[in-house]
C-alpha cells in the first residue's frame, strides 16, 4: 500500500509561494498522485494530479522527482481563502480504490 | 447547480435508531462513493457503487448499507445506531471507478446521543 507521509501543518502569510511536500517512498509504477483541498464544513476537492516532472493548471503546480518518491503541490501567492487541509493521495487511476489511503493531510494556516 | 448534493446537512439521531441519508449526482458519472470522516479528521472510504453495482466494501459494519436506485443516486440506510458512528459522512463521484478526480457534496454530519 502506497503510504503517505505529510506535514501536520504550515503557516504563510498572504502573498507568498508556499509548498508542501509527500513523501511517498513506496509509490507503485502505476501509482498516480492526487492533491485535494478541503476546507471546514465542507468536502474535499480536486486541486491537481500528476505521475512524474511537472503539472500545472490554474490553481497550482505539482512536482514529481524522477524517483516519484515525493511530491511538492506549490501554490503560488496564497490568500487568507487558501487556508485549508490539503490531502496527498497515491494510488492506481483506475481499478477499485481499496488501496487509496487517506492520510491526516496539511493544515494550511495563511495569516495576513 | 450543485454537482454532488446531499441530505440532510445535519442528522442528530439518538442510539438504536434507523437513519438514511440521500446523494445524487448531476455530473453524468459512473461511479458515487461513501466516505466517513471522523472527529481525527481521517477520510475512510465505506463503499464504491460502478453503475449501480457494489464494487468495494470496506471493512463497515453490515448496520451500513448502501442503495442506488439508479446511476444518479447513492443513498446510506444506517440500521441500529450506535454513538462511535457519529462522525461527517460524505458522499463522492467520479468519472469511473479508480478515477481520483472525486468530487465530493457538502457532507452529513451525524451526531448518535
Known amino acids: 500500500l502506497a503510504k503517505t507521509t505529510q506535514p501536520i501543518s504550515m503557516d504563510s502569510y498572504e502573498g507568498q509561494e508556499v509548498n508542501i511536500t509527500c513523501s511517498h517512498n513506496n509509490i507503485a509504477t502505476n501509482d498516480y498522485i492526487t492533491w485535494y483541498q478541503q476546507f471546514p464544513s465542507q468536502g474535499p476537492r480536486f486541486i491537481i494530479q500528476?505521475?512524474?516532472?511537472?503539472v500545472t493548471n490554474e490553481v497550482a503546480s505539482l512536482f514529481i522527482p524522477a524517483d516519484r518518491k515525493s511530491s511538492t503541490l506549490s501554490l503560488p501567492r496564497v490568500s487568507l481563502s487558501d487556508t485549508a487541509v490539503y490531502y496527498c493521495l497515491v494510488g492506481p487511476n483506475a481499478g477499485n480504490n481499496r488501496k487509496l489511503i487517506w492520510g491526516l493531510g496539511t493544515s494550511l494556516a495563511v495569516n495576513p | 447547480d450543485t454537482a454532488v448534493s446531499q441530505t440532510p446537512k445535519y442528522l442528530v439521531t439518538q442510539m438504536g435508531n434507523d437513519k438514511s441519508i440521500k446523494c445524487e449526482q448531476n455530473l453524468g458519472h459512473d461511479t458515487m462513493y461513501w466516505y466517513k470522516q471522523d472527529s481525527k479528521k481521517f477520510l475512510k472510504i465505506m463503499f464504491s457503487?460502478?453503475?449501480?453495482?457494489?464494487?468495494i466494501n470496506e471493512t463497515v459494519p453490515n448496520r451500513f448499507s448502501p442503495k442506488s436506485p439508479d446511476k444518479a443516486h447513492l443513498n446510506l440506510h444506517i440500521n441500529s445506531l450506535e454513538l462511535g458512528d457519529s462522525a461527517v459522512y460524505f458522499c463522492?463521484?467520479?468519472?469511473?471507478?479508480?478515477?481520483?478526480?472525486?468530487?465530493f457534496g457538502s457532507g452529513t454530519r451525524l451526531t448518535v446521543v
Open positions: 457503487y460502478n453503475n449501480k453495482e457494489l464494487i
Open positions: 500528476g505521475y512524474k516532472t511537472k
Open positions: 463522492a463521484s467520479s468519472q469511473f471507478l479508480g478515477n481520483y478526480g472525486y468530487t
